[in-house]
């Protein structure tokens, strides 16, 4: 007599099966430590399958005694379906323009057709791989895999439902999908370190990135509306621009093509205009002493008032901060006129505001600070140009721009190519306008 598992409650097993996929969605969420490394061997899809089948194999729970598998194809999934569509950001879609859709219409039909194509293939040299009856047939299951590849792991838990596959096997379609899925990742990874011989073999010489605008613009024209699309920008100008809040570009992709010095072409996808280049400092004729202002909103700041000036206090503060993953942007230290105490102040975004004050408090006697002040309604707005490293007096302008309209400079960090300053956020507008003006930018 077969033996009846440990737990048979329907409602028992389900909170089971929540608790699993709860902890292996919080732990797939670490940014450090084992699970982190975890993670990148074995893909949290994979786990989520894999630990409700131990249960069930070891007796835990059953899938035979329950009915839970028929809850969830019935009313769970068929919700999860609805609620992913209603998710999808149909503008964003249509923002990608007619040759993204285009490629992504023709992935799904080579999808579709590559199925029955790799059946018959395959069934000339091994029948039985591709045999099977009803729900045993291979081709149910690879319906689901081209369900996955077309839209997701809830795409695929619907095809199984549509088709009727074995749920026995479908495990390892899931497995054959997650395994083909990293297969390809280690080919695209292993493709972009090696990118210089890769052009060289398809004689590539630049790379074209479509979007929804016409290019780079000097600042982001729903700010200001005389925003002007640069011709040619730097790597070192457009990775600190999109490091600094430009949207346009993600700060990696930038940092790849400058280091394989690949010139790269942004460009809309609804227009045939050329665009905005991004090529070496040493290819552009006139360089301007500023090229663009970038701003980024939701900023805080926060004070530590109050600290003993000696050697490794900084050190104190901020190392338990970078433990739980939090990025300081601007730092300042003050010290008092009897120089034995001092202020830091520090810049970091505002959703991690709240975690930050707990962990100053958790190690205030470590610290040993008077009080913390802080203020989350700031933003940071930045001048970039390459030229003004060889052009004085741009501080100053910076600043006495900053002035004439009555804003409050609340901190400021440079590097060579790159002025920042935090202020209130509500005058990020009338902020950005003002040095658009003042450096000839519009």
Same mark, same amino acid.
């Given at each position: ?285 006139? /360089? ?9 909103? $939701?900023? #805080? *700041? %926060? +004070? @530590?008032? =109050? ?58 006697? /470590? ?9 989350? $309604?700031? #933003? *940071? %707005? +930045? @001048?970039? =140009? ?57």
């Amino acid at each position: 007599m077969e033996k009846a598992p440990l737990f048979t409650n329907d409602a028992i097993v389900f909170g089971i099966l929540m608790l699993l996929l709860g902890a292996v969605f919080y732990t797939s969420s670490q940014k450090s430590g084992f699970w982190k490394k975890f993670y990148k061997i074995v893909p949290a899809l994979l786990m989520c399958y894999l630990l409700p089948a131990i249960l069930n194999s070891i007796g835990i729970i059953s899938s035979e005694t329950s009915d839970l598998y028929f809850v969830a194809s019935r009313y769970l999934l068929p919700a999860s379906l609805v609620l992913m569509t209603l998710s999808i950001d149909l503008k964003a879609i249509y923002n990608l323009g007619p040759k993204a859709l285009i490629m992504f219409f023709t992935g799904t039909i080579g999808i579709v057709v590559g199925g029955p194509l790799a059946i018959l293939i395959i069934s000339f040299f091994s029948p039985e791989t591709v045999g099977g009856i009803g729900p045993d047939a291979t081709w149910r299951g690879l319906a689901t895999l081209a369900g996955s590849w077309i839209g997701g792991g809830a795409n695929q838990a619907a095809m199984l439902e549509v088709f009727k596959f074995n749920p026995e096997k479908y495990g390892g379609m899931v497995f054959v999908d997650i395994v083909v899925a990293n297969l390809w990742m280690a080919i695209i990874l292993l493709g972009i370190g090696r990118t210089k011989q890769i052009d060289k073999f398809f004689k590539a010489d630049s790379c074209e990135i479509y979007t929804d605008v016409d290019g780079v613009f000097t600042t982001d024209p729903s700010i200001n509306k005389k925003a002007k699309k640069i011709d040619k920008i730097s790597y070192e100008e457009m990775l600190e621009m999109s490091s600094l809040g430009a949207k346009v570009m993600q700060p990696s992709a930038v940092q790849t093509a400058m280091t394989n010095n690949i010139p790269v072409q942004v460009r809309s996808t609804f227009s045939e205009k050329s665009g905005t280049k991004i090529i070496s400092e040493n290819d552009i004729d006139n /360089k301007n002493v500023i090229t663009g202002i970038s701003y980024s909103k $939701k900023n #805080a *700041k %926060v +004070s @530590i008032v =109050g600290v003993v000036d000696k050697p490794g206090v900084a050190a104190d503060v901020f190392e338990p901060i970078g433990k739980n993953n939090i990025n300081i942007d601007m730092v300042i230290q003050n010290t008092s006129l009897d120089g034995k105490t001092a202020n830091i102040t520090f810049t970091i975004k505002q959703e991690d505001l709240k975690k930050t004050l707990s962990i100053i408090e958790k190690n205030k006697k /470590k610290i040993n600070y008077n009080k913390v002040t802080h203020d989350d $309604k700031l #933003a *940071k %707005v +930045s @001048i970039i =140009g390459a030229g003004m490293i060889s052009s004085p007096g741009v501080t100053h302008k910076m600043f006495r721009s900053l002035a004439d309209e009555k804003i409050n400079i609340l901190a400021i960090s440079t590097s060579e190519i790159k002025i920042s300053v935090l202020i209130r956020e509500d005058l990020t507008q009338k902020a950005v306008k003002a040095l658009h003006k003042t450096f000839g930018l519009n």
